[in-house]
């Protein structure tokens, strides 16, 4: 039986773009138009493993994804990380003037701003996906329609590219996770990240104590992302990201940290991507 993938949109989109480059072998997809719905996918066994985007170097961190795999139990148990080229793509023969609307992702629209504040007469409208925007114009042979999405989209449905790279900046990575839900998947010697969630008692210092455990314990900090707690006003639960060398510094700095938090977990213990 194929491996079944789920990703957040369709082919074509940047999710499918991350499966194809980190599952070397075939498998299916599992196209899903929320993140929640990845989710739903991964606990009722439809689909073995997902792809989620977790931060962007230009727009931060996407928040309601720890939570999502937080509440949902779910294992981190690899990243990758992508270089974002978004293009304008409509159907061909169509100049820049033609185009009357631009339908993407909120995410790619913020991401080109200053590109549209050079036409004024674009209307820009957000949709749940860059590459289904991209099919749809295909299909309804949408005239005056644009789509901001990845080369891949264009070819995939046959779209002309009317500008290409028009994000600001143009050093444009996202960090993606491959998520499932056990966490059963590299020998501890290969393993060399692992993504952590714990919360404090509200006394002064507390953070900064369990930041030297860390750094004395020979522990990288790549991330940390803080969350309110809703049960708790002004409490907030912290989710880090830390790289070592050798599996057994981050296990001592483990037991330390179990003891020192009111509450620890382990989101994913996996090897660190390639940026």
Same mark, same amino acid.
């Given at each position: 039986? =194929?491996?079944?993938?789920?990703?957040?949109?369709?082919?074509?989109?940047?999710?499918?773009?991350?499966? &194809?480059?980190? +599952?070397?072998?075939?498998?299916?997809?599992? =196209?899903?138009?929320?993140?929640?719905?990845?989710?739903?996918? !991964?606990?009722?066994?439809?689909?073995?493993?997902?792809?989620?985007?977790?931060?962007?170097?230009?727009?931060?961190?996407?928040?309601?994804?720890?939570?999502?795999? $937080?509440?949902?139990?779910?294992?981190?148990? #690899?990243?990758? @990380?992508? %270089?974002?080229?978004?293009?304008?793509?409509?159907?061909?023969?169509?100049?820049?003037?033609?185009?009357?609307?631009?339908?993407?992702? *909120?995410?790619?629209?913020?991401?080109?701003?200053?590109? +549209?504040?050079?036409?004024?007469?674009?209307?820009?409208?957000?949709?749940?996906?860059?590459?289904?925007?991209?099919?749809?114009?295909?299909? &309804?042979?949408?005239i005056g329609i644009a789509?901001?999405a990845a080369p891949i989209?264009?070819?995939?449905?046959? !779209?002309?590219?009317?500008?290409?790279?028009?994000?600001?900046? &143009?050093?444009?990575?996202?960090? +993606?996770?491959?998520?499932?839900?056990?966490?059963?998947?590299? *020998?501890? =010697?290969?393993?060399?990240?692992?993504?952590?969630?714990?919360?404090? %008692?509200?006394?002064?210092?507390?953070?900064?104590?369990?930041?030297?455990?860390?750094?004395?314990?020979?522990?990288?900090?790549?991330?940390?992302?803080?969350?309110?707690?809703?049960?708790?006003?002004?409490?907030?639960?912290?989710?880090? $990201?830390?790289?070592?060398?050798? @599996?057994?510094?981050?296990?001592?700095?483990?037991?330390?940290?179990?003891?020192?938090?009111?509450? +620890?977990?382990? !989101?994913?213990?996996?090897?660190? #991507?390639? &940026?």
């Amino acid at each position: 039986m =194929e491996m079944k993938i789920a990703i957040q949109g369709i082919k074509g989109s940047f999710h499918h773009q991350v499966a &194809q480059e980190y +599952f070397a072998s075939e498998f299916d997809l599992d =196209e899903c138009m929320s993140f929640p719905e990845l989710v739903k996918s !991964l606990l009722g066994n439809q689909a073995h493993k997902g792809v989620m985007a977790l931060e962007n170097s230009i727009a931060g961190s996407i928040i309601p994804n720890y939570a999502l795999i $937080d509440h949902n139990n779910l294992h981190i148990i #690899g990243e990758h @990380y992508l %270089d974002i080229h978004l293009n304008l793509m409509a159907l061909k023969g169509q100049q820049i003037d033609d185009i009357k609307e631009v339908h993407s992702h *909120p995410m790619a629209l913020l991401q080109c701003a200053p590109f +549209f504040s050079q036409y004024p007469h674009i209307k820009l409208v957000e949709s749940g996906d860059t590459a289904e925007t991209a099919r749809r114009i295909q299909e &309804q042979k949408l005239i005056g329609i644009a789509a901001v999405a990845a080369p891949i989209a264009a070819k995939l449905y046959d !779209l002309e590219i009317i500008s290409a790279g028009i994000h600001t900046i &143009q050093s444009n990575k996202t960090r +993606f996770v491959i998520v499932k839900t056990q966490n059963k998947e590299w *020998p501890k =010697e290969e393993i060399n990240k692992a993504s952590i969630k714990f919360e404090l %008692d509200d006394t002064p210092g507390s953070l900064a104590t369990i930041l030297n455990v860390m750094n004395n314990s020979k522990l990288n900090l790549t991330k940390i992302q803080s969350m309110p707690i809703i049960e708790t006003p002004f409490q907030y639960s912290f989710f880090v $990201d830390v790289v070592f060398e050798k @599996y057994k510094h981050y296990e001592k700095a483990k037991k330390i940290l179990e003891l020192m938090t009111t509450h +620890f977990k382990v !989101l994913g213990e996996y090897k660190k #991507g390639v &940026q």
